[in-house]
């Protein structure tokens, strides 16, 4: 890799899977439990939460970004109480950008996990429970493994869009090289910059890879996984 | 342990208004009905996976459900075992893991002696380390059978556990069955809208129609009834219960005696003084007025009519002989040809028997 590309380049590669990997881990617990709620619950207002949960899918992601910068920034009031009491500081960080991404994919997730909980047999949930199985033993022992497909599909589809993010990074964390820069910035970077153009396609071709690859593997995982719980 | 259950549960057109019994020795009862007449979700009430609207259930001593003092025991502690028409396996596990679902969660558990018992008394051995999809129809209602016995139910419910399988499955499964009702002592509801499964398992029959409770008792007394099913749901004939009295080997027969009278049927391979039910469909049985000279005709019994209901061109009698039923059906022109009424002494001529679920003339 080295030789292909430059070390610039590759902390952007090791960038783009940091930001991907913790944004998309970050966020599977909380999108397992609002595909739970939406697939298994129904309560007033459901279409609304509904909405607000699908709600990255359309919006603008530099509004998102924008909207992150006016609650997160330091001298905003939520930016300023994290970081005086936990130290933990989103804007012009990596972390930020994962925070940025792990919005903008969560409904990805979302839904994917919400398709496979729809599609199991509401019948194995009554069998569990005549045997002893309560809520949460049920939670385990059935909804979790038996939605692994999707919990997967899901992660494998936010991982991808996650690399795939620009205009929330961009006006959220902006553009520093080695801190926020990932590939999709590098590109841009380069484009920018006079004669960049072999780097902007030596990122592309990167990008092209990075994306076949997700593909193949998840197509593998799932089918493997499919496998394992019988189906 | 007995159980009583009242329920009560209107659903748009559906009143369901049900009150029985089951569990006390003998142990099988079978709840016995059309599609549709309510038998699942009565099933589902006792289970706790639905909650009537006003009723009380309890069982043994214990109250699972009363709408007035607002008690609802939920599902997963009422130990009530539930075996479903589809056998609801977990597909992610394998049959071993399916198998000690109930048995980890059980309060008592019981030994490993009676697992490894349950697999042998179900046939078990080869399928544990296999997934339910590569399962055939009957070792799935097996599967089910034991996972449901080794969570240590109070009561075991049976919701059409063979109504999915074709009948050479089902001849598969009835002798486990039979095993099972024979060597465990749990109060059994059979859930079944087929006679002959009924036949084979069941002491005692409740029979719903349309939301209601309209017969309750010994299997022998409710089948030979007229008045409960008309049309399509008319029952095939009464159900008797007999005692195997002599092998005719050399012709290979068998003698079966029941109430002071003598059946011969064809050989059945079961010890003297065995005790078979045996089922005379009410189109197997002719009526004469005196008894019948130079016929080929093994089987002539003598009763007296108790009951006649006439149904289109055709009428059903019910015969009464020393204590048992049995039902004819004939024509309406040879009942009025032969001028029977209730309390006129008959020859039945007897066609075929069936004996246990196998077919024998």
């Known amino acids: 890799m080295e030789g292909f590309l430059t070390a610039a380049e590759l902390e952007a590669l090791d960038l783009s899977l940091r930001v991907a990997f913790v944004a998309v881990l970050a966020d599977l617990p909380f999108a397992f439990f609002a595909a739970l709620l939406l697939a298994r619950c129904r309560f007033r207002g459901k279409p609304l939460v509904d909405g607000l949960i699908h709600l990255p899918l359309v919006l603008p992601p530099v509004a998102l970004g924008y909207l992150l910068l006016i609650s997160f920034g330091t001298r905003a009031p939520l930016g300023a109480f994290l970081f005086a009491n936990f130290g933990i500081r989103f804007v012009f960080s990596w972390t930020g950008a994962a925070l940025a991404a792990a919005i903008l994919t969560f409904p990805f997730q979302v839904r994917a996990i919400r398709l496979s909980l729809e599609a199991q047999d509401r ?9 002893g199985a309560g809520a949460f033993d049920r939670l385990l022992s059935l909804y979790i493994p038996l939605a692994a497909p999707g919990i997967l599909a899901g992660l494998v589809t936010a991982f991808a869009a996650c690399l795939g993010e620009f205009g929330a990074i961009i006006t959220f964390v902006s553009n520093i090289p080695g801190e926020t820069r990932t590939i999709p910035l590098a590109i841009y970077t380069a484009i920018q910059a006079p004669g960049g153009e072999a780097a902007a396609a030596r990122l592309a071709a990167l990008s092209i890879m990075l994306a076949l690859a997700g593909l193949v593997l998840a197509d593998w995982v799932a089918g493997r996984t499919r496998m394992l719980i019988g189906q | 342990m007995k159980a009583g259950v009242t329920l009560q549960h209107r659903l748009g057109d559906f009143t369901l208004d049900a009150a029985f019994e089951f569990g006390e020795s003998p142990c099988v009862t079978a709840l016995f009905g059309p599609s549709g007449a309510g038998k699942s979700t009565v099933l589902a009430a006792i289970a706790g996976l639905f909650r009537p609207q006003s009723g009380r259930i309890a069982l043994g001593g214990e109250v699972l459900f009363d709408s007035e003092r607002r008690i609802f025991v939920p599902a997963r502690d009422r130990r009530v075992g539930i075996v479903f028409q589809d056998a609801r396996l977990f597909p992610h596990m394998n049959v071993h893991a399916n198998l000690l679902y109930g048995w980890r969660r059980a309060a008592a558990r019981a030994q490993d002696q009676t697992i490894d018992a349950v697999i042998a008394l179900l046939g078990l051995e080869e399928l544990l380390a296999r997934k339910p999809r590569t399962l055939s129809g009957g070792e799935r209602a097996r599967v089910a059978l034991g996972r449901a016995l080794l969570m240590g139910p109070r009561a075991l419910l049976l919701d059409e556990p063979l109504t999915a399988l074709d009948a050479l499955r ?19 509801l059979y859930v079944s809208h087929a006679l002959d499964e009924v036949t084979r398992l069941a002491d005692r029959m409740v029979v719903l129609n349309e939301g209601r409770i309209v017969a309750e008792g010994s299997l022998f007394d409710v089948t030979a009834r007229l008045d409960l099913f008309t049309g399509k749901h008319r029952l095939p004939g009464a159900v008797l219960e007999a005692q195997i009295a002599r092998h005719d080997e050399p012709h290979g027969l068998t003698e079966l005696a029941f109430d002071g009278e003598i059946l011969v049927v064809p050989h059945i391979g079961r ?6 039910r045996i089922r005379i469909d009410a189109d197997d049985v002719m009526l004469a007025l005196t008894r019948p000279e130079g016929l080929s005709a093994n089987n002539i019994l003598a009763a007296e009519i108790s009951a006649i209901r006439e149904d289109g061109p055709n009428a059903d009698v019910q015969l009464r002989l020393n204590g048992a039923l049995l039902i004819a059906r004939i024509t309406r022109r040879s009942l009025e040809r032969l001028d029977l009424k209730p309390g006129t002494q008959v020859f039945a001529l007897i066609k075929s028997v069936t004996v246990g679920g196998r077919e024998s003339s």
């Open chain 2, 170 to 188: 089902k001849a598969e499964i009835l002798p486990y069955l039979e095993r099972l009702v024979q060597e465990t002592k749990i109060p059994m």
């Open chain 2, 271 to 276: 010890t003297i003084g065995d005790k078979v």
């Open chain 1, 123 to 131: 019948g194995l949930a009554e069998a569990a429970e005549t045997l």
